[in-house]
């Protein structure tokens, strides 16, 4: 793990630089104590970053869960009480683990994997436009279309030119020209540009323009544009922070139905991550699922026993982690600790950093994810590849990720139908000599009730008297459901005088008299 520590630690750093302001901003729009949010990405880092068998993945709190923790904090009578689902919620993603279910992630199809990182990419993008013009009415970290302010997406992009901040403005571009001249530049010229990373050298630039330029200044920056890490006087004031379940609110049957949609959610946006991540992997690792639900369950018990936000895999921070060229799981813990060391010890110095800033880094990290050629490779795969791909982005960027996930899986399963009709089995039509039609049909090796409609349609469109050569010798699987196709079909093939040679690799039957006792008759698997 300490092999590749010198590309690790500097991926750290960035890690760290977005997840701070994520995990301050998701906390405030869940309604949730900011500290709550920070808890979340120190054990998201630390604890299951540890138990993860993913090199490049990292956890902390995320902005898909933010409405169920808004809406459950409120329905379970306090923060408290909801600590408890979260707690039981991991509970259920460890049984989801020692159940196998991590295979889940497996059977998303890559056009909505790719889609959904283009999203991410464009809704990153959309929602920093307006931190990085020092226009912060919503929280860090949102993604949905509708913003708490009542504002959406676009509305608040529109309104950035009443409500530009002049400091932050001037802040945000320095550090997005440092961000552009380090990786496309400095990052060539030497190691020293590669182990201090950009975003290090933009957030200090940041801290020093704040001290020079002053709070009250015509080009200065209040307190409302700058990250916001809760203070305590004393290490007493630093504990009363935490927060505990109240277990006695275990018996409210709410509290297990928000336990069980927290579990799920989590784990689909989690096994949906890692599949993402391990596509961005240069590397091409492959994450164990089963293993990471039950890092992710372990992580919630423990998020949850000490006050801490619902835990998922997040793709902002691991691509940013990926970007910065992490390589093993080391820069995933390094960046618990330090969001662990500077909360305790420099959180007056981390409440210096500019907000306008911060976006900077993150319109790169959104940038990399929806480069423009990502568009054009896909359309270039063909429909049944960027139908899906266009639907999830248009889905997440106008509504949410899991809306935009579901519509983009829905439609790539209506895909994978038109296919299985399309798929079905093999036509060829071998002779028309003296006036009757001779026509060979080849079962695919796969037959299901997916492929009824495209076999009632050809066995229907048969003339007649015709002869039909029916061969199933590749056939390993034929669904009951087209057994009892063949054997409507034979009544009206003695009606229409269509004669009907089953070819199987038990042999040739003219006319079979029963295909469901003749099917019946064979293994499991047709063979």
């Known amino acids: 793990m300490f092999k590749y520590i010198k590309n690790d630690l500097p991926a750290s750093v960035v890690v760290f630089f977005v997840a701070l302001p994520l995990c301050l901003g998701i906390a405030l ?39 169920i923790v808004l809406t459950a904090i409120g329905t379970l009578g306090g923060y408290e009480n909801f600590l408890v689902a979260v707690v039981l919620g991991g509970i259920i993603q460890i049984v989801f683990g020692l159940l196998k279910a991590g295979i889940i992630g497996y059977y998303f199809p890559s056009s909505v994997i790719k889609g959904m990182l283009t999203g991410i990419g464009i809704i990153i993008i959309l929602k920093q436009i307006p931190h990085f013009f020092g226009y912060d009415a919503e929280a860090e970290g949102a993604d949905s279309f ?39 530049i400095l990052s060539k010229k030497g190691k020293f540009f590669n182990i201090i990373q950009g975003p290090l050298v933009a957030v200090v ?151 306008s800033v911060l976006a900077a880094i993150l319109l790169i990290v959104g940038y990399k994810l929806a480069k423009p050629s990502v568009f054009k490779e896909m359309v270039k795969l063909g429909w049944k590849q960027w139908i899906p791909f266009f639907v999830t982005v248009i889905g997440i960027v106008f509504a949410d990720l899991l809306i935009g996930i579901a519509l983009g899986l829905a439609v790539g399963i209506v895909v994978i139908l038109i296919k299985s009709f399309q798929n ?25 009730f997916f492929n009824k409609g495209a076999i009632l349609k050809e066995l229907d469109s048969l003339p007649r008297e015709t002869h039909l050569e029916l061969d199933v010798r590749k056939t390993r699987y034929l669904d009951n459901d087209i057994i009892e196709i063949l054997e409507d079909f034979a009544f009206k093939a003695k009606e229409r005088n269509i ?15 029963s295909y469901i006792e003749f099917f019946n008759l064979r293994p499991k698997k047709v063979a």
Not at 499 to 513: A, H, K, Q, W
């Open 29 to 67: 729009a869940s309604g949730a104590p900011l500290f709550s949010g920070l808890i979340a990405g120190i054990i998201g880092g630390t604890i299951v970053g540890g138990l993860s068998g993913s090199k490049i993945g990292v956890s902390g709190p995320a902005a898909g869960l933010a409405a």
């Open 205 to 355: 630039a940041g801290i020093v323009y704040f001290y020079i330029t002053g709070e009250n200044s015509k080009y200065g920056i209040n307190s409302e544009h700058l990250v916001s890490v809760p203070v305590p006087d004393s290490f007493d004031s630093f504990l009363g922070q935490f927060s505990f379940p109240n277990f006695s609110a275990i018996t409210n049957p709410q509290v297990w139905v928000t336990a069980f949609t927290i579990a799920l959610v989590a784990s689909l946006e989690t096994l949906l991550c890692v599949e993402a991540t391990d596509k961005l992997d240069p590397h091409k690792n492959v994450t164990p699922t089963n293993r990471e639900l039950l890092a992710q369950g372990t992580g919630n018990v423990i998020s949850g026993l000490i006050g801490g936000l619902p835990i998922t895999q997040v793709i902002v921070r691991s691509s940013a982690n990926i970007q910065s060229g992490g390589r093993t799981k080391l820069s995933a813990i390094i960046h618990g600790f330090l969001l662990l060391i500077s909360v305790i010890l420099i959180p007056t110095l981390l409440n210096k950093i500019p907000l």
């Open 499 to 513: 004669d009907i040679r089953l070819v199987s690799e038990r042999g040739i039957v003219e006319n079979p008299p």
């Open 146 to 184: 509708i913003e708490a302010s009542g504002e959406n997406t676009f509305s608040a992009i529109l309104n950035i030119t009443d409500n530009i901040t002049l400091g932050s403005t001037i802040i945000g571009f320095i550090g997005l020209g440092i961000l552009l001249l380090w990786s496309n």
């Open 424 to 448: 079905s089995h093999f036509l060829h039509i071998e002779d028309k000599s003296n006036g009757k039609h001779s026509i060979k049909m080849t079962l695919a090796e796969e037959v299901t």
